[in-house]
């Protein structure tokens, strides 16, 4: 496949947008840029599996595929991009106008491949940062077939080929490395397009959307409700072994539902804020985790303290007593509510649950609260794009 143009993307939460502009490349240019470069970034090693036969289940994986038939929002953004990568996007008008103030005004590089005998199409998301503009730089390069090739590391000094050196005074280098997903296009037969992801939260964050997090952090929960998962089993390594020297502390939430007639408030409250739905995303049953590695006392030690500082008119807190979870430990459990649910979230980062065992309160969507930047935003609904 040859190389058609080079893309870049803005999705923003804020206004439901997508903006897309087009690199002003010449046909010279295009075709030095082969697929080849970017597939040897991209790890096949690792089978990817089915984004529905993981949402069935209880486990997470960064990596996965999604099949045409399977209509999620993924295959929503596969016909956006199909239908509106084309010759006809404005192109930028310069570098500067890729920047303001060094930040980049759009978030991903999507390169677009063409096969026009097939009727097929592979477009590469990768996600733009600002390290990639170079400005008074000096560049030193070495011809590869016809391909010229930025060096890096330390040369060798003889059976070289001959080297280049460039000043460039305003320009941007090209990802082709940590690809984020490829979109495999067949318009002879839609039916056999598909959508690899390599990076789900990466991939979630540059179209605006939280579904990945979303799914992951109800994974979670479920987890936790199904006792799969305990907390607080006093931890110990003993001859490099981790050992549970106590059966620990379930986790029970309240507030969710079985049925579609009555709305989970559990799930509601994971969908309206990320500081509440990215630590129980990203949370594993890892014997590292610090909320497994303390003891059932601690962890009663803490929401003591936590209730005792709602009461101490000397420390400010922006929360109540009812956002603190309830522990039961006669029977070891943990009692979590919708409105409890911030700090449960909370204490599964290491880094949180730490501060608040050497006594220094600090919960992060009740700081932002305080602050006002709790960052509610509706997602990109990709369904009404196309």
């Not at 960064?62 to 192109?91: C, F």
């Not at 010229?148 to 080297?163: F, H, Y």
């Not at 006392?297 to 309830?326: G, M, S, W």
Request: aromatic share 8%; hydrophobic share 35%.
């Amino acid at each position: 496949m040859e190389l058609d143009n080079i893309f870049l993307l803005n999705c923003s939460k804020l206004s439901d947008k997508v903006g897309i502009k087009k690199l002003p490349l010449a046909d010279k240019e295009l075709n030095a840029i082969k697929e080849e470069d970017i597939l040897m970034g991209i790890k096949k090693t690792i089978r990817l599996q089915s984004w529905v036969s993981k949402a069935e289940g209880l486990s997470k994986t960064k990596k996965y595929y999604v099949a045409y038939e399977d209509q999620t929002y993924h295959i929503n953004i596969l016909s956006y991009l199909d239908a509106n990568l084309n010759a006809k996007v404005k192109d930028v008008l310069n570098i500067r106008s890729i920047f303001w103030n060094q930040t980049p005004q759009f978030n991903s590089i999507l390169y677009l491949f063409k096969d026009e005998k097939s009727k097929e199409k592979r477009i590469y998301l990768f996600r733009l940062t600002k390290s990639i503009r170079l400005e008074d730089k000096t560049i030193i390069s070495i011809k590869v077939r016809s391909i010229q090739k930025s060096i890096k590391a330390k040369l060798p000094t003889t059976n070289l080929n001959p080297l280049t050196v460039d000043k460039i005074n305003n320009g941007i280098t090209l990802p082709m490395d940590k690809c984020v997903s490829c979109f495999y296009i067949n318009n002879k037969d839609i039916t056999k397009s598909r959508v690899e992801v390599y990076d789900a939260f990466v991939f979630d964050e540059l179209f605006s959307t939280s579904q990945t997090q979303n799914k992951y952090a109800v994974m979670t929960v479920d987890n936790f409700q199904k006792e799969n998962w305990r907390i607080a089993q006093n931890i110990v390594t003993v001859s490099k072994k981790s050992v549970c020297k106590d059966e620990g502390v379930a986790v029970k939430f309240e507030g969710r539902s079985d049925t579609a007639k009555k709305v989970d408030l559990i799930n509601k409250t994971i969908q309206t804020s990320e500081s509440v739905r990215k630590p129980l995303a990203d949370y594993t049953d890892n014997v590292k985790r610090t909320i497994k590695r303390i003891g059932p006392k601690e962890l009663a030690r803490l929401i003591t303290e936590l209730n005792n500082a709602v009461d101490d008119e000397n420390i400010k807190v922006n929360f109540e007593k009812n956002n603190i979870p309830k522990i039961d430990l006669k029977h070891k459990i943990l009692k979590v509510t919708p409105d409890s649910l911030p700090i449960f979230s909370a204490m599964l980062e290491n880094k949180v649950i730490e501060k608040l065992l050497s006594h220094e309160i600090s919960i992060p969507y009740y700081e932002a609260t305080k602050e006002g930047v709790l960052g509610i935003y509706s997602d990109i609904n990709w369904s009404d794009k196309n």
